[in-house]
């Protein structure tokens, strides 16, 4: 016999009580308006609020992403090594390419590999994030920046995985990597900036205009030949060098390299300010072309 | 401060919308589609490079789903909206929750808002009960404090403890349905936005819902806008009704009225409400309905308050008829029978005519749920004239009778009237 204790059971309640009901009062009377084109001016304020979705559908992510597989987040370590393997083989036997200085070849395309695999998967997920979470954007209010963030993160996270492979590889070859590598932290942000500016722009248009969704891992894929990753990029003539740089990646590859590999390669500081000044372009431009979309997400998605 | 929460002046939203024109069927010549598809390509290319939208088709219109509409809702009402589909309900709701932007106007919120366009929203299927409550609170706007404080409280409302660590693709859909109600429930905004919730889920559990509901807005004084088809949710929630027809603002009035002139709008449309009932050989029947002491139609019934069924008639004047009105519960097994010669010995009318009759039946204890009326006149222990099966139908929404009982409901399997002593038990030694 389902009997409800005495207290949830409610009589038939009274018509009206429309006024009259005290109401606590709440740390947010704020006001809030919703007009046409009105640029929102707790916009920051608002992105820092939805933080605890931010991690939520970051973590949602990451446990998601390898349910149902029998070897699970090893795949984050499996496919990178196993491009490197092939790189290796390819452009450091094959096609006999040098390394940068006297770091063996697997270390050197790995160091670039790092980098770059963030950079594709982030920007493979990011631009897809905004379809992939169309029911939630279509139902819920809330930044909806906090979309291309989390699958940044959620690459970033791969991309720590991956770190151990690298370990691996520098105990296998008993290399030690110098001082430089304190500025880790610094080229590891200018890929995050990188990914999540390009990502956040083309997950605006991508919105818009679904063509984008096939061009993404077309230029993906292409980028990772055009990318120093399989190669060192000194061997690119130095005329063309800086023209090279306009790639944000390029700055990218040859900081890891030269915080990992220590002196043995040198920096190519044009180049890195360069890719750097394309990184934070992007940034502006992704963040911007996105909030000037972003209202009308809901009726294009 | 002013008391007023929602204030929404002038609102506005259009949408494109593109056909394709008549004449793509007339030439179905290569050159002719060639011709076209390559000025929709240039179209499109053009729209790109402005920044605008593709449409499909190659005759864009403009739509406007909602016109000028106004409207204040105060602190702690609860509102009804309604309308048919593509009234624009759900568009005014988008606005609101700060999912679209209007395309002209304004809307001024005082309090958080909280929407619940649909239960469910957000679950991950791969993730088990546990995770994605903490996924769908954050997602609805909860901290993670506020949910582990309430996390108890959902799960037994939900009655899902067992299956807190199965992932949630494995769950009934009732189940499933249960959870999401729940997590939302028990958010605490000021302005709580909840768009046909009640559409899924058994019935018990919908009755479950609108007590919920109707304990968040009544306790703590917070606003509800309320959209569903249900008419009995509507009219036993809501202070007031918004009647939407075609994106404007047709009423906007305490709930009776509206939903009087949204029935009455529906059946001007439809006849009687989408059905032919037909006639018998010398009556009938025209119109069933439930309806309160101001004579207005009602889709509830309150226990223990006069039935009232009113029943509108055509008769050529036959002698020697009666008018019969059956009772079923939600199974259709017929409960309850009141007869006009039978019981009264009054008889219909003998001159032809149109005529109304409302019944004014003594009160009945009924259990909660649904019920259906039939409603058959006869030629007195002869034959029957004209039947209509499920006339109508109202809703028991809650039943406790002389409010000391637990909800008796229909679905407990123990009868849908509740027996009542005229005078209180008493036990005597004998």
């Known amino acids: ?301 | 401060m002013s008391d007023i929460v929602i204030a929404a002046e002038n609102l506005s939203k259009s949408y494109l919308v593109a056909h394709q024109s008549a004449k793509r069927e007339q030439y179905a010549v290569l050159r002719d589609v060639i011709a076209r598809e390559a000025r929709v390509l240039a179209r499109n290319a053009l729209d790109f490079v402005r920044g605008r939208q593709i449409v499909q088709g190659d005759q864009v219109e403009e739509f406007w789903a909602l016109r000028d509409v106004s409207f204040e809702i105060k602190r702690g009402e609860i509102v009804g909206i309604i309308g048919r589909n593509g009234a624009g309900k759900s568009t005014l709701l988008k606005i609101l929750s700060r999912i679209t932007d209007p395309t002209a106007g304004r809307v001024t919120l005082r309090g958080r808002v909280a929407s619940l366009l649909e239960v469910g929203t957000g679950f991950h299927p791969e993730l088990t009960g546990r995770e994605n409550i903490y996924l769908n609170g954050a997602i609805l706007g909860m901290s993670k404090a506020e949910i582990r404080s309430r996390f108890d409280d959902i799960v037994r409302f939900a009655e899902v403890d067992r299956f807190l660590d199965t992932p949630v693709k494995r769950y009934s859909s009732g189940m499933y349905v249960r959870l999401a109600f729940s997590i939302a429930a028990h958010l605490e905004p000021e302005i709580l936005i909840v768009d046909e919730v009640l559409a899924v889920g058994d019935g018990d559990f919908q009755k479950k819902c609108l007590g919920k509901m109707e304990e968040v807005a009544s306790e703590s004084g917070r606003t509800v806008l309320f959209v569903s088809h249900n008419m009995a949710a509507i009219n036993s929630l809501t202070t007031r009704g918004i009647l939407l027809e075609q994106g404007r603002v047709v009423s906007c009035d305490c709930t009776e009225r509206v939903v009087e002139l949204y029935m009455r709008s529906m059946g001007q449309r439809d006849g009687h409400l989408g059905r032919k009932w037909g006639a018998g050989t010398h009556t009938r029947i025209c119109e069933v309905r439930v309806v309160d002491f101001n004579e207005l139609p009602v889709t509830y019934y309150i226990p223990g308050a006069p039935l009232r069924v009113q029943v509108t008639f055509e008769t050529d004047g036959t002698r020697g008829m009666s008018l019969e009105v059956f009772l079923a519960d939600a199974r259709r097994n017929r409960i309850g029978l009141a007869s006009t010669f039978q019981f009264h010995g009054t008889t219909l009318p003998e001159v032809k005519g149109r005529y109304q009759i409302t019944l004014n039946l003594s009160p009945v204890w009924l259990a909660a749920g649904s019920y259906s009326l039939d409603v058959a006149t006869s030629v007195v222990n002869l034959e029957w004239d004209h039947c209509v099966e499920c006339a109508t139908s109202m809703d028991v929404k809650f039943s406790n009778p002389l409010r000391r009982s637990w909800n008796f409901q229909q679905s407990d399997g123990f009868g849908s009237i509740a027996l009542t002593c005229e005078t209180p038990p008493e036990f005597m030694a004998v």
């Open chain 1, 1 to 301: 016999m389902s009997v409800v204790p005495a207290e949830l059971v409610k009589s038939i309640p009274a018509p009206n009580n429309a006024s009259g009901v005290p109401v606590e009062p709440s740390d947010n009377t704020y006001e809030l308006v919703i007009e046409p084109g009105r640029a929102e001016r707790h916009y920051w304020r608002d992105l820092w609020r939805y933080r605890e979705l931010f991690q939520v559908l970051a973590w949602r992510d990451i446990s998601v992403r390898y349910k149902q597989t029998v070897i699970g987040a090893a795949w984050a370590l499996i496919r990178p090594f196993l491009t490197m393997v092939v790189f290796t083989v390819i452009f450091g036997k094959l096609a006999g390419l040098p390394s940068e200085g006297t770091a063996p070849y697997a270390l050197m395309v790995f160091t670039g590999m790092l980098p770059w695999s963030f950079f594709a998967t982030a920007l493979a997920d990011a631009s897809n994030s905004m379809i992939n979470n169309a029911n939630l954007i279509s139902k819920v209010y809330f930044p909806r920046l906090i979309v291309p963030i989390a699958a940044v993160m959620v690459a970033f996270v791969d991309f720590l995985i991956s770190f151990v492979i690298l370990i691996g590889l520098m105990a296998w070859y008993h290399f030690m990597p110098g001082w430089q590598i304190v500025f880790l932290p610094v080229l590891a942000a200018i890929a995050f900036i990188a990914s999540f500016g390009i990502g956040a722009w083309i997950t605006a248009f991508n919105v818009k205009y679904r063509d984008f969704r096939y061009i993404i891992p077309f230029l993906v894929q292409l980028g990772l030949y055009v990318s120093p990753v399989g190669f060192s990029s000194s061997i690119i003539p130095g005329e063309w060098r800086l023209l090279y740089s306009i790639n944000p990646m390029v700055g990218v590859i040859d900081g890891f390299r030269f915080c990992l590999l220590g002196g043995e390669s040198q920096p190519y500081w044009p180049g890195l300010w360069l890719s750097l000044a394309v990184a934070g372009f992007f940034l502006w431009l992704g963040i911007r072309q996105f909030r000037k979309m972003e209202r009308v997400f809901a009726d294009l998605i």
